[in-house]
């Protein structure tokens, strides 16, 4: 059992805390964390979730999670990255670049991007979690989204979301190639 905090509609502790899916089947707001990881390359890794997932399984998707009880939303973010893909995330980078808001789902979502510099035979994914991952372009990503293609869970993202997002991504690529803006 997975334990989450209650949040009310403008994200402040309730002190009520929750299983994580009784909490998602009735519909209370709660608080999860997730993050976009960019190789040197300016190349963003997603994960394909197992096909045993209950939510989206088989799906491709950036990497987070929940925000346990207790748990801050960068102590969620480093564990779910440590858990899912067996590497460490440089701390110095944590820093929020949004919180995102979703009436659909009824959560926070504390949103980070970090630079890293591994290949893909260095994860160690958690079967139980990730089926594989893969380094796709900005551009791809933004494809797929514009398609509507159902394999990749932010193509059904609220209107709006991934091109904020995308547009977030271009300029940590800019920053990562050391290219002008």
């Known amino acids: 059992m997975e334990l989450v905090d209650i949040v009310d509609e403008n994200n402040n502790l309730t002190g009520e805390v929750e299983d994580r899916w009784e ?24 994960q394909k ?6 939510k989206n399984p088989g799906k491709w998707a950036k ?4 925000i346990d009880t207790k748990e801050s939303a960068e ?15 440089p701390k110095e980078q944590i820093k929020v670049v949004e919180i995102k808001k979703s009436t659909l789902n009824k959560h926070f979502a504390y949103n980070y991007i970090f630079t890293v510099d591994y290949n893909i035979e260095e994860y160690l994914l958690q079967k139980e979690e990730v089926e594989e991952v893969k380094y796709f372009t900005i551009e791809e990503i933004e494809k797929v ?11 059904t993202w609220q209107e709006g ?12 690529r800019k920053e990562v190639l050391g290219e002008k803006c």
């Open 75 to 89: 102590e969620a973010i480093f564990r779910e990255v440590k858990e899912e893909l067996g590497i460490e995330i």
């Open 49 to 54: 979730r197992a096909i045993t997932k209950k």
């Open 63 to 66: 990497t987070g999670g929940q």
């Open 145 to 155: 989204s514009n398609e509507k293609n159902l394999n990749y869970v932010f193509s």
């Open 161 to 172: 979301d991934i091109e904020k997002e995308i547009k977030l991504l271009k300029e940590k």
């Open 23 to 46: 909490a998602y089947e009735k519909g209370l707001w709660r608080r999860v964390a997730s993050c976009w990881i960019m190789n040197e390359k300016g190349e963003i890794l997603l």
